[in-house]
Structure formats: C-alpha cells, structure tokens
C-alpha cells in the first residue's frame, strides 16, 4: 500500500541531487542514484528523540552526513582518508549539504510535518552551506548588525572542515533568531543573490 509520506520522502531525495546543489562534484547518473539511495534511508522517524536535545540531534546529523559521504565515487580532488590531517575530511562538505538539504525540504513539506512532528524538531535543522550562503553570512558577521564575529576563510565546499562549518552555524542560528526565522530556512533569503549583493549585509538591505 502506497503511504504519502513515504512517496514525498522519496521524492525528496531525488530533487535534493541538481545541478546546483551538486555544482563542482558533478556526479554522473550511478554516483546520483548512489546518493539518492543513501538519502533515502534517512529516517525521519528517529528525528522524535532528538526535540530537546541538540547534542545528540548533531551526533545523528553526523551519522547522516558519513553515510551520505561514502557514497561519493573516487576523486583524485578529495581523498577520503580519515588518517591524513590534510585531506581526510574533503568531501565532507557537500555531503552534509545534502543532507541538510534534505532535512529543510522536509521540514517545508506538510505531509512529512504532519507524519514526523517535524514542526518540533526544525528548529534544530542547519542551514545547507555553500558559497552563496557563506558568503552572505560573513557579509552579516562583518556588518555586525548583529554581532560581529570572524568567521573562518571559505575555499571550496570540497575542502569544508566540520569544525568550520559549526562556526558558521552558530552565527547563522543568531541571525535566524533575530528574524524570527528557522536556521534552515536562511538560504530561502540567501539564494540566487548576486556575486555583489552578496558582499553586503542582506538583513540591513533586504531590498537587495
């Protein structure tokens, strides 16, 4: 029997791999479906045990990004190797946007709030972090409008360090809250700006 929240899940992990959101990985028709599959056993499900506790929701969403990762096929450009400093986390960058990705879209979608309570846990659910974002993020940590903070260099999405990327979740989760708005929602502000626009602070100049 066919479930609707099921169907959406699915749906989801198709739509999360594009173009875009796949921008310099480029992966071909088995590495997506690789990705996808991986995607879809996110469980929803599990997300009940983590309202209250943000600690142990990172540990899961670490599950999540890891697996989503060995997915990945072999790139000369990022050498999956845990053991080397250097390169050990390259690739970790546009798995964990995937995976949140898929986390915002489903926190967009009625049928899987309705079916997950995802409405009790979102606010939990990072940003999906690329260049776009990132750099209006640091155009709004420079700014200090809100508060302002050093963020670290960005290079590729490739070369993301987890450690990085907690920064910028931390800041992009004071400016969420100083607009009333989810974290995972900021890219909906964030997307599509121009390379210029985003040089400036897009909640001073929202018209931008």
Known sequence: ??????????????TVISPSSALGLNPGADEQKAIRMQLREISLKELTRFTNDPDEFGLWL???????????????????DATNSETGHYGWGYARKFVNLFLADAARNRALIDAYKLDQMEHLFEVPL?????????????????????????????????????????????LSEGIDWRRHNLDLIFWRREKAQRKICAFCRPSI
């Open 1 to 14: 029997m066919y479930e609707l929240p099921d169907r959406m899940r699915q749906r989801l992990a198709e």
């Open 130 to 174: 690329d260049q776009h974002v990132t750099d209006c993020l640091k155009a709004a940590a420079k700014c200090g409008c809100v508060q302002p903070v050093e963020l670290p260099k960005w290079e590729r999405i490739y070369k993301l360090r987890p450690e990085d990327s907690a920064e910028f979740q931390r800041f992009a989760l004071k």
């Open 62 to 80: 670490d599950e999540q990004t890891a697996r989503v990762r060995k997915a990945f096929f072999h790139r000369n450009k990022f050498i999956v």
